[in-house]
């Protein structure tokens, strides 16, 4: 029974980490890209629950900021489609 605790916890800080993760990741590319999301974060949902569903919350933005990340996204639809041919 401790074991399969002790699974279900390891399991769970995983599924964070991974969320964490993704949530640095997301964070430095759009800095990148001079685009900066306040809002985004890790749900804090997550590090309640005991079988936690991580999620990225991309959060609130200002319209311009908003504006920026779409700029950011078509130039990279962009590329791609001309990187295929």
Same mark, same amino acid.
């Given at each position: 029974?401790?074991?399969?605790?002790? !699974? !279900?916890?390891?399991?769970?800080?995983?599924?964070?980490?991974?969320?964490?993760?993704?949530?640095?990741?997301?964070?430095?590319?759009?800095?990148?890209?001079?685009?900066?999301?306040?809002?985004?974060?890790?749900?804090?949902?997550?590090?309640?629950a005991?079988?936690?569903i991580?999620?990225?919350?991309?959060?609130?933005?200002?319209?311009?900021?908003a504006?920026?990340?779409?700029?950011?996204?078509?130039?990279?639809?962009?590329?791609?489609?001309?990187? !295929?041919?």
């Amino acid at each position: 029974m401790a074991k399969d605790r002790d !699974q !279900q916890r390891i399991a769970a800080a995983e599924k964070i980490r991974a969320a964490e993760e993704a949530f640095d990741t997301l964070g430095e590319a759009l800095a990148r890209a001079g685009v900066r999301l306040p809002s985004l974060g890790v749900d804090p949902c997550a590090y309640a629950a005991t079988d936690p569903i991580p999620l990225v919350e991309l959060g609130r933005c200002m319209p311009d900021v908003a504006l920026a990340l779409a700029a950011v996204i078509d130039r990279g639809v962009e590329h791609r489609r001309a990187c !295929q041919g």
